[in-house]
């Protein structure tokens, strides 16, 4: 590789300032799902070089969507790769199936790894230029890691940044929180929020306070709902939410499913992460034959978005794991 920095400050810059806004040559678009659903997705064809260096698809995190990662598609697109994206079901504008909107629920976790499949499918194969690499956030990136155990052979890699395999709880014992999850779901509280969560509203507020040191980035999500449609928003996590979410874990923290991911696998870790949980992380990517950690000390959850120093060095570690100038070679070997 060479010694230059890559990316360079001056890309790093641009794509802040852009950031609010879609490359021109942007596609925005539907398809429909396994059953039927319609599932947003979008991609970004770096159409200013003549060779893309392969395609990056963002998954995102609860509650998030696809505008929240403009930045970091602007930086790919200026480093020659292009890009896709998708809003899972259940948030974004993709299909919600609760009545209510503004409540995150979902019926189950699998729907997600089927949709993933059918993203590739209809969307990216022989329409994207490969290497596939996944990139995901939180709730995306735990998807990330189910697919590349249920699905393998679709990506060559994959980077998953603050991963939620595992809730963080904050010191309540795991099957205490999973037994009063159940207890509200049978109590017919499966649609309700969990506790310290309610219907979207802007600014920083009960968990929102804990997402990132940046002001300014932090309001990107607000601005997207005020400016480009209100339908983005989605409010706090319900029971039933919580509850699938918990059986997900559960599913991607069994004995054989780490080990049969073979593909190479970045994982970021948020030093200050009281979202997910860092012990379980750590933990996952022991168990991965080809995984590397990178912790970020002193970042909150949502890395992509925190400050500009903590984001150097979210993409010093990327350079590290992709030939940023070359381009993507994946070895047998991995790490």
């Known amino acids: 590789m060479s010694d230059k920095k890559i990316p360079s400050e001056e890309v790093l810059a641009k794509a802040k300032a852009d950031r609010r806004a879609p490359p021109e040559d942007a596609i925005f678009d539907y398809f429909n799902s396994f059953d039927g659903k319609q599932i947003r997705f979008a991609r970004f064809p770096a159409s200013r070089v003549d060779v893309p260096k392969g395609t990056i698809i963002f998954l995102p995190g609860r509650t998030e969507f696809i505008e929240k990662f403009l930045e970091d598609v602007h930086v790919f697109n200026a480093l020659g790769f292009a890009c896709a ?3 899972l079901r259940g948030q974004g504008m993709s299909f919600r199936p609760h009545r ?39 709730a995306g990136s735990h998807v990330i890691l189910r697919f590349l ?4 052979g679709y990506v060559e890699a994959a980077i998953t940044v603050a991963p939620m395999v595992r809730i963080f709880l904050n010191g309540m014992p795991y099957f205490l929180a999973k037994c009063l999850t159940w207890l509200a779901r049978h109590m017919g509280f499966g649609a309700a929020y969990i ?8 600014g920083r507020w009960g ?18 709902v005020q400016n480009k ?30 080990e049969a991911i073979k593909v190479p696998v970045l994982v970021f870790q948020a030093g200050e992460d009281t979202i997910v949980d860092n012990a379980a992380q750590e933990a996952f990517v022991e168990r991965m034959p080809n995984a590397k950690l990178v912790r970020i000390e002193g970042a909150m959850h949502e890395l992509l978005k925190e400050t500009d120093e903590h984001r150097a060095h979210v993409w010093q570690g990327i350079s590290d794991f992709i030939d940023l100038e070359k381009g993507p070679k994946f070895g047998k070997d991995g790490f």
Do not use: C
């Open 85 to 87: 994206a998708m809003d």
């Open 100 to 138: 209510d909107r503004e409540k995150h629920f979902v019926r189950s976790f699998s729907p997600h790894l089927s949709d993933v499949k059918a993203l590739f499918d209809q969307v990216l194969e022989n329409k994207m230029p490969k290497p596939f690499i996944l990139m995901g956030h939180s």
């Open 149 to 152: 155990e249920r699905h393998p």
């Open 195 to 202: 506790a310290g969560h309610s219907a979207f509203k802007e």
């Open 207 to 224: 968990w929102r306070k804990s997402l990132t040191h940046d002001e300014d980035r932090f309001a990107d999500e607000d601005f997207f």
């Open 229 to 258: 449609d209100k339908r983005l928003a989605v409010g706090g996590a319900t029971y039933k939410w919580l509850w699938e979410a918990m059986k997900s874990t559960d599913l991607l923290n069994k004995k054989g499913v780490a």
